[in-house]
């Protein structure tokens, strides 16, 4: 119901746009959840990476992204993007889209506020 797309190699200080598009998400509209990204690095816990509300007009990032990553929606599309720039090799992982229909469209940092989960994408970033 969730499929991300867009992962690559790219050498540190490039970009990546990843996209994730969603149909069905418990019979509703994805314009009806708020959107996350998360990401997994080898032998590491999956973590937070962005979020994005219902309506498109409130975002929250991870410290470690800040400022370099931009989430974005198309609720029109069903579409979520997350534009990555200024790429570090710590940024290295799969990352996955999530959405959450708990929040009731509000934006989400917890893991444990994630409903559905789609297949990760490989981002690999050289140095």
């Known amino acids: 119901q969730l499929q991300a797309f867009g992962g690559g190699l790219v050498q540190a200080g490039g970009s990546l746009r990843l996209s994730c598009t969603a149909s069905g998400v418990s019979g509703r509209p994805l314009r009806a959840y708020a959107m996350g990204w998360f990401r997994q690095a080898p032998g590491k816990e999956r973590e937070f990476v962005a979020t994005?509300?219902?309506?498109?007009?409130?975002?929250r990032y991870s410290d470690s992204v800040k400022g370099r990553f931009t989430i974005s929606r198309d609720n029109a599309k069903n579409t979520v993007n997350l534009q990555m720039e200024t790429l570090k090799p710590e940024d290295t992982a799969d990352y996955y889209c999530?959405?959450?229909?708990?929040?009731?469209?509000?934006?989400?940092?917890?893991?444990?506020?994630?409903?559905?989960w789609g297949q990760g994408t490989q981002v690999t970033v050289s140095s």
């Open positions: 999530a959405s959450a229909v708990r929040t009731y469209g509000q934006a989400f940092t917890d893991i444990a506020c994630v409903d559905y």
């Open positions: 994005i509300n219902w309506s498109g007009d409130t975002m």
